[in-house]
């Protein structure tokens, strides 16, 4: 089975730039989640779908985050504009939904805001 | 290189002996616990998950204690090898709404 895929792996980019992340959740998972990961931090939830609807979005920053998910199958994120303290691993991660609560997560886009 | 994890507790132990980790979780509301590995530039990995309906489950190598009356979870590794060198998190959610909060996690070394 192929796992949560993202891409790109690596980002680096200057304050004020407009950056994009792309996820490819696990065939047939109804829920994905981004997350962000702070050096040094557990993963906080950034927003978390429901197919292609947003089921929690409390913790965007909205005027500079957004998310979508169109046809409830991949997604992507963007920044725009980043600042530095943008600079963190943006995680992506499924679960089926209804039945299983057990999350897999992709590898991550290691973002760097100069 | 190292993408999580350098300012965290860490906890070295030698190699084949046991590991335990602690996790202490905030909302009481909670009922659903899981233990995640992160290894070095890769995402976190599902080890072991507990429901508040017990206080102990066991899988291959690993165990999950829940105690609700101090709301405090650990995990026990038996026989530490070094692939199980990594940054272990704790995460809590209420059954259903499929979300989790993260703890800020435990780096363990294994020692040969």
């Known amino acids: 089975e192929a796992g949560v895929a993202q891409s790109p792996r690596y980002k680096i980019i200057e304050k004020r730039q407009s950056v994009a992340f792309w996820c490819n959740p696990i065939s047939g998972h109804a829920t994905l989640y981004w997350y962000q990961q702070i050096l040094g931090q557990g993963p906080k939830l950034l927003i978390q779908?429901?197919?292609?609807?947003?089921?929690?979005d409390s913790q965007l920053p909205k005027d500079r985050f957004s998310a979508e998910r169109l046809k409830g199958v991949d997604s992507t994120l963007k920044i725009q504009p980043a600042k530095l303290e943008d600079s963190a691993v943006y995680l992506c991660a499924s679960s089926v939904g209804h039945s299983s609560e057990k999350l897999f997560f992709g590898s991550g886009t290691q973002l760097s805001v100069l | 290189g190292e993408s999580v994890g350098l300012h965290l507790p860490t906890l070295s132990v030698q190699e084949g002996d046991n590991s335990i980790i602690n996790c202490a979780y905030s909302n009481s509301a909670s009922d659903y616990f899981i233990w995640y590995k992160q290894e070095s530039g890769k995402g976190p990995q599902f080890i072991i998950d507990i429901r508040s309906n017990m206080d102990k489950r066991q899988g291959q190598r690993v165990t999950v204690l829940l105690n609700k009356t101090v709301k405090h979870l650990s995990l026990q590794i038996a026989a530490t090898q070094p692939g199980d060198s990594a940054v272990y998190f704790c995460a809590e959610g209420v059954s259903g709404t499929y979300k989790y909060i993260f703890g800020t996690g435990t780096r363990l070394k294994v020692l040969a």
């Open positions: 779908f429901q197919n292609n609807g947003v089921v929690d």
